[in-house]
Each structure stands twice: as C-alpha cells, then as structure tokens.
C-alpha cells in the first residue's frame, strides 16, 4: 500500500490545469485536489492543497492514505513551482511528515519506521516529480513525470473540491 501512497503523494505535487497560464487557479480560490475519488462517498486517497507566499513561493499541503486498515495517514507540507505548464517538487524532504493511526498521532516510533519507508520508497523513484493534467470529461487524468520520464504507472484521476464539499482522505 505504501507504493501506492507513493504514487498519489508524487501527483499531490502537482495542480490541474484549467489553462496552462495559471495551473494553480482553483487552488487559488481555496479548492483542494481530491486524489483517485470516490464522488458517491466523497472520499479521496489524497488531498493536497497550496498556499501561496508574497515572494513567490508555493507550498503544497498533502494528506495522503498510506494504508486503509488500519487507516494510516501522512500529512505533510513541501514547496512546489511552475514550470512549462506542470507543477514540479522534490520527491525528498518528508522529514517532517506527520502520521496519524485511526484518526490517533502515530507513536513516535512507528512514525519514524513510517517515514523511514516512505523517505526510502521515495528516493528510489527519483529525485524531482512533475505532472500535467489532462481533461478528462468532469475531472483530469494526472500525468506523471519523473526525473524527465513519464511514469505512467503513476498516473491517477484527480478532482478540484472546495473544502465546504465535505470530502475527505479515508477508504
């Protein structure tokens, strides 16, 4: 399951475009990307959102299902930037991710036996994710590249939801 974590956590990097210009757009307004969702139960396997500083920089705020039973939940925040139309980050710096257990802050030692697996898991994809959004009807298929090579193994459906919509990060 953690792959599979992996997977949604490298495309929460990353915004749907509603226009190459401004990738961000919906972000901007407060929405959130809801990451391989569920619309029927309003549930999502990740849910990212971004905040924007004065000087430019631009910070993504993940939440991300590592594991559904029991439910294993990483938060983290990492800077993110705009590039030829994708949203790129590092696929490092989970050092201070955060973890919860059914809803519960995770130990503190499996919290770092969690991000042990994930820093590890992570630098085996590589170093830098980017992705593109393509329409797809209603939503937008996610396209993943890493390190310059797409990895379609990675791509995923994603949604814009206002946090008023009521989705959250659970199976």
Not at 78 to 94: E, H, I, N
Not at 102 to 119: E, H, S, Y
Not at 155 to 168: A, E, H, L
Request: a negative charge.
């Amino acid at each position: 399951m953690i792959i599979a974590a992996l997977a949604l956590a490298l495309a929460l990097a990353v915004p749907a475009p509603f226009q190459a210009a401004a990738p961000l757009a919906p972000a901007r307004d407060g929405q959130k990307q809801c990451h391989s969702p569920d619309t029927a139960r309003k549930t999502c396997a990740a849910l990212a959102g971004y905040t924007f500083a004065a000087d430019g920089t631009i910070l993504n705020q993940a939440e991300v299902m590592l594991n559904p039973a029991p439910l294993i939940i990483m938060r983290d925040e990492t800077p993110v930037v705009v590039r030829d139309g994708a949203v790129c980050g590092s696929l490092g710096g989970l050092e201070s991710a955060v973890f919860t257990i059914d809803g519960q802050p995770a130990d503190p030692a499996v919290a770092d036996v969690l991000r042990g697996q994930v820093i590890a898991a992570y630098a085996q994809l590589g170093t830098e994710g980017c992705t593109r959004y393509a329409p797809q009807g209603k939503e937008w298929l996610a396209e993943v590249v890493v390190d310059g090579q797409p990895r379609p193994d990675l791509n995923q459906t994603v949604i814009w939801v206002s946090p008023s919509d009521g989705y959250s990060v659970r199976p």
